[in-house]
């Protein structure tokens, strides 16, 4: 489909504002941001089909002369863009010997005729009228977008912890972004160990693992008013050990997915029509060893995470110094690919760069993070760097727990137990590795979970019991402590909330 369409529908509505509904090519172009000749050729066209007309003299240009009710996107497209659909090649030759070759142009135009019968009737169901009302929709949502970010001074967000059953395990807190200060809004009992969280943000859902040798995942309704927590029915049993991570996968095929730590097992949950956690669809167990005899005795699956469409799952096994790759299909964890590591390299957690074309990992056991090439079409990732996660003259026991990205993509940060830091690379857009780092003092003990906010970073210090606010520098990514914390008994796992829903909770 051209792009001639969009213009004529920019042009036509552009006048439709327009006092008098007149204006001329440079002003219209202006508005289109092309050049001026490519606007009076789309015009040339509108003018024959006596959509607009033209007034001569020094305060000239080309008027609207049709209602925007009476003009429909179907019209348009008849004049622009009707047969674009179709390919200007095919494959295959109908002199073939192959069956293939010789009735897939026939069979493929019949589909492109079919696609673009469907694609005019569509658009004569829509007048110009009804772009113009979606539009009017867009710029409110907009102006009602920019009224929220100058009433959130504060940040939301849910924190796990390591609790007993009558014990706090969730809390809802909040962040005023001047000072950096926080404080408790809500807190809930009755799931013990509620580890890591997982937020639908779209649904007003909250997921947790419950972390222990009968491992479990629970469901949570979110109140939009106030942001407290309803349990979705029961939990349910993954039918592992220590549960320590959890995902939503994106997409229409949606599944809820779980690292059992202890067992090694790897999850794939259905959901109920309410949200909650519904039948296990999927339940693999991994196998094997490596190099440390004490922690990498047999497989542990630390975390599980989708790629951007659904497709894939990146399961990060601590115990095998392997990235085990899955097709989720109908429910199922499909085997898809391995990708090893250096022995003794233990991985934990594993983020996939918004551009698609890299991941990155922390591993718990060597004290790096891997950058990785990926094939978001293939599901592949290739090792291309490993980087130290420590200063060089940091010696003592480290251990790396969480990895995250800035929202810009521009950096990736990652939290260090022992050496009580986050590292901070700067990734090379075009090759993705790693450089520049910088270390910041996490202000505490023990930084299992952090989240990245616009110009903050919260980290959960699990052995020190609180939550420490760091402040961002968005352009270098620099962070600064702020000198603020939040008593929080065995903090493990930070989740935001999104500025629209935190808005709505705020008000």
Not at 77 to 91: M, T
Not at 463 to 473: K, P
Request: aromatic content about 8%; proline content about 6%; some cysteine.
């Amino acid at each position: 489909m051209n792009s001639e369409l969009t213009v004529a529908v920019h042009c036509l509505l552009f006048l439709d504002s327009r006092e008098e509904r007149m204006a001329n090519s440079e002003q219209i172009a202006c508005s289109v941001a092309t050049h001026p000749a490519r606007v009076r050729k789309v015009l040339s066209l509108l003018r024959r089909h006596e959509l607009v007309t033209t007034k001569e003299g020094a305060h000239g240009g080309y008027l609207l002369k049709a209602e925007l009710s009476q003009v429909s996107l179907g019209d348009l497209y008849r004049i622009f863009a009707q047969g674009s659909l179709r390919p200007s090649w095919c494959s295959g030759s109908e002199r073939s010997s192959c069956a293939i070759s010789s009735n897939i142009p026939a069979v493929m135009n019949q589909i492109y005729g079919g696609a673009e019968q469907q694609v005019e009737l569509y658009f004569d169901r829509l007048p110009l009228s009804e772009v113009k009302r979606l539009l009017d929709e867009s710029e409110q949502g907009k102006e009602e977008d920019s009224m929220r970010e100058e009433i959130q001074d504060v940040w939301l967000f849910y924190t796990g912890s390591y609790a007993g059953h009558d014990e706090t395990g969730i809390s809802l807190c909040e962040l005023q972004r001047g000072t950096g200060e926080m404080r408790i809004l809500h807190s809930s009992s009755g799931l013990v160990n509620p580890s890591f969280l997982a937020l639908d943000a779209k649904e007003l859902r909250l997921y947790a693992v419950s972390e222990q040798t009968e491992g479990r995942v629970a469901g949570f309704e979110v109140d939009p008013q106030d942001g407290k927590l309803l349990k979705l029915k029961d939990d349910k049993a993954t039918l592992g050990a220590d549960p320590c991570h959890l995902a939503l996968q994106p997409g229409p095929d949606r599944h809820l997915l779980v690292a059992n730590y202890s067992s090694g097992h790897v999850n794939a949950f259905a959901f109920e029509p309410d949200g909650a956690p519904g039948d296990m669809t999927s339940l693999v167990r991994h196998e094997g060893s490596s190099v440390n005899q004490q922690r990498q005795e047999s497989a542990h699956a630390h975390s599980a995470v989708p790629s951007l469409d659904g497709r894939f799952v990146f399961v990060s096994d601590l115990g095998t110094d392997q990235i085990v790759i899955y097709r989720l299909e109908c429910g199922q964890l499909v085997k898809h690919g391995v990708t090893e590591l250096p022995p003794g390299a233990g991985p934990r957690h594993f983020v996939i760069h918004p551009s698609e074309r890299f991941a990155y990992g922390m591993n718990e056991l060597n004290n790096t993070m891997t950058a990785y090439a990926f094939d978001p079409v293939e599901g592949r990732l290739e090792a291309i760097q490993h980087a130290s996660s420590l200063p060089a003259e940091y010696h003592g026991e480290n251990y790396p727990a969480d990895i995250h990205f800035s929202p810009d993509g521009r950096y990736v940060y990652g939290s260090n137990r022992g050496h009580d830091s986050i590292v901070r690379f700067r990734i090379d857009p075009k090759s993705g590795r790693l450089d520049d780092p910088a270390w910041t003092s996490v202000e505490g003990s023990w930084p299992r979970n952090f989240a990245v906010l616009d110009d903050y970073v919260l980290v959960a210090n699990q052995n020190s019991g609180n939550i420490a606010a760091l402040r961002r520098d968005p352009k270098s990514g620099h962070l600064t402590p702020t000198g603020q914390s939040l008593k929080i008994d065995k903090p493990s796992c930070i989740e935001p909330l999104p500025a629209n829903l935190a808005a709505g909770i705020l008000n």
